[in-house]
């Protein structure tokens, strides 16, 4: 059976994190003997790593790494990296730990892994409110004036990948490079890579705070338009 890393980056998700291990790693408890589910939780200030330290008692494939950086890009990057060096893991699967996203979604995904490089969820509706979604359109159109790429969803925290294909552009990125879902997705269509977009639902935070408020977006997108130049003069 083919072998599938699910990844997700944690921070402060102890209202969520057991559920969302709950929800999740039956996807990989059938897949090839190698599958792990792997969150990467540094930087957390609550009970997020101790419930994970226990839960890695009930779930044998559940693996943490805690050295991985407190901010949601480098955490990304730690685990794309991190399932590369695993020679014989052919897939991954990026989501979050906020309980967003719906687990009952993946199979779609699963049994199209052989048709496309890459399959990405699109949210055309965000039970996170307008403001989030958008910023998402606003992100989509910049890309298309900045690389000349059309996404319907440039960030989305639902994708199947074949490891190959992350290996490709990652080292394209900064290590510590905050957007780096972003910049995989306008790379796949820039590049004319063989992946396909599907509908996916996402949900309001499940609980908890999110950390990412206005003032954060607005410096994180500043800091985005001149990474993408810089990114794009590599091109």
């Known amino acids: 059976m083919d072998n599938l890393y699910i ?6 998700e102890e209202a969520n994190i057991e559920s969302v291990v709950e929800e999740w790693y039956p996807h990989i408890a059938d897949k090839g003997s190698e599958s792990r589910l792997v969150i990467a939780d540094s930087g ?3 009970r997020t790593h101790s419930i994970l ?3 890695k008692k009930r779930y044998p494939r559940l693996e943490i790494l805690s050295d991985t950086g407190k901010q949601h890009g480098p955490k990304l990057m730690a685990l794309y ?10 897939y991954v699967f990026q989501t979050d730990s906020d309980g967003q996203t719906n687990a009952a979604e993946f199979e ?5 892994r052989k048709q496309y490089e890459a399959v990405i ?10 403001f989030r979604l958008l910023v998402e359109r606003v992100l989509c159109m910049i890309l298309y004036f900045i690389f000349g790429v059309r996404v319907p969803d440039a960030n989305a ?3 199947l990948m074949k490891t190959s294909l992350i290996e490709k552009y990652l ?3 900064p290590s510590d490079y905050n957007l780096p879902n972003v910049m995989l997705t306008t790379y796949f269509k820039y590049y004319s890579e063989n992946i396909r977009f599907i509908q996916i639902s996402f949900k309001p935070r499940q609980g908890g705070k999110n950390s990412i408020n206005l003032v954060k977006i607005m410096k994180i997108g500043w800091k985005a338009l001149r990474d993408f130049y810089c990114l794009k003069e590599k091109l």
């Not at 779609?108 to 199209?112: D, H, I, R, S």
């Not at 969820?121 to 307008?130: A, Y």
């Open 108 to 112: 779609t995904f699963w049994k199209l």
């Open 121 to 130: 969820g699109k949210r055309n509706q965000r039970g996170d409110g307008i």
């Open 171 to 173: 080292n394209k990125m």
């Open 157 to 159: 925290p639902f994708r």
């Open 44 to 46: 957390s200030t609550d």
């Open 53 to 55: 330290l226990s839960l």
């Open 81 to 90: 990296q991190y399932a590369i060096c695993m020679d014989k893991v052919e």
């Open 7 to 12: 990844v997700m980056p944690a921070y402060n």
